[in-house]
């Protein structure tokens, strides 16, 4: 199975920081890779998918980079209803497997 | 609207069974792949199962199989998970998920809960 590794694990930001997560996979995703957010209690949301598509209603000022093994998620701007935890994932290969996660909290 | 409703979840012993449901509306179900995903308390998310549209090919991940068995009635709309074997470490929320264009899951479930202890 493809490993997924993402950092930081945790972090603590404030309003209006530009917040950037990574993921890295252990072998070569070419773009099929995924972002989710998940605030407590509710089931994961599709923020971007092939690595730099932002699905429809998402806000711009979240944007996916990256190809191959190495990929980021950047928060340009981080606002209130943004504090949530992150997971990648990776559908080049089945099992299609997440990233541990990454918590945002409030600084 | 696109919905996914989970049910069935509770709690059991171990050793025993639990078949989760999970109701589809507002697409055609039968057109698509559809996945059950799982998270421990305070863990990860991990897929558990995936079937294709007409029900005649699944997968599993390593530490469920010859345990659970998916399935689907596309004349109901709904898709199955039959949970046997039950152990304490199947503990989780467990989401069903429709996947989108080979890609990625577009449409989450609110998840069910199953807890397994004695």
């Known amino acids: 199975d493809i490993q997924m590794t993402q950092s930081p694990s945790s972090l603590s930001a404030s309003i209006g920081d530009r917040v950037t997560i990574t993921c890295r996979a252990s072998?070569?995703?070419?773009?099929?890779l995924n972002w989710y957010q998940q605030k407590p209690g509710k089931a994961p949301k599709l923020l971007i998918y092939?690595?730099?598509t932002l699905q429809t209603g998402v806000p711009s000022r979240f944007s996916g980079s990256g190809s191959g093994t190495d990929f980021t998620l950047t928060i340009s701007s981080l606002q209130p209803e943004d504090f949530a935890s992150y997971y990648c994932?990776?559908?080049?290969?089945?099992?299609?497997?997440f990233g541990q996660g990454t918590k945002v909290e409030i600084k | 609207d696109v919905q996914l409703v989970e049910s069935g979840g509770g709690l059991v012993q171990p050793g025993g069974s639990l078949r989760l449901s999970c109701a589809a509306s507002?697409?055609?179900?039968?057109?698509?792949?559809m996945h059950w995903v799982r998270q421990g308390p305070g863990k990860g998310l991990v897929w558990v199962s995936r079937?294709?549209?007409?029900?005649?090919?699944?997968s599993y991940t390593d530490s469920v199989k010859g345990r659970f068995t998916i399935s689907r009635d596309n004349a109901k709309n709904t898709l199955y998970l039959q949970m046997n074997s039950l152990r304490v470490d199947d503990t989780a929320v467990y989401y069903c998920?429709?996947?989108?264009?080979?890609?990625?899951?577009?449409?989450w479930g609110q998840g069910t809960l199953v807890t397994v202890s004695s």
């Open positions: 072998q070569s995703l070419t773009t099929f």
């Open positions: 092939a690595a730099s």
């Open positions: 507002g697409f055609t179900f039968s057109t698509y792949w």
């Open positions: 994932q990776q559908t080049y290969i089945t099992p299609w497997t």
């Open positions: 079937i294709n549209p007409d029900g005649s090919s699944s």
């Open positions: 998920a429709r996947e989108w264009n080979d890609m990625a899951f577009d449409c």
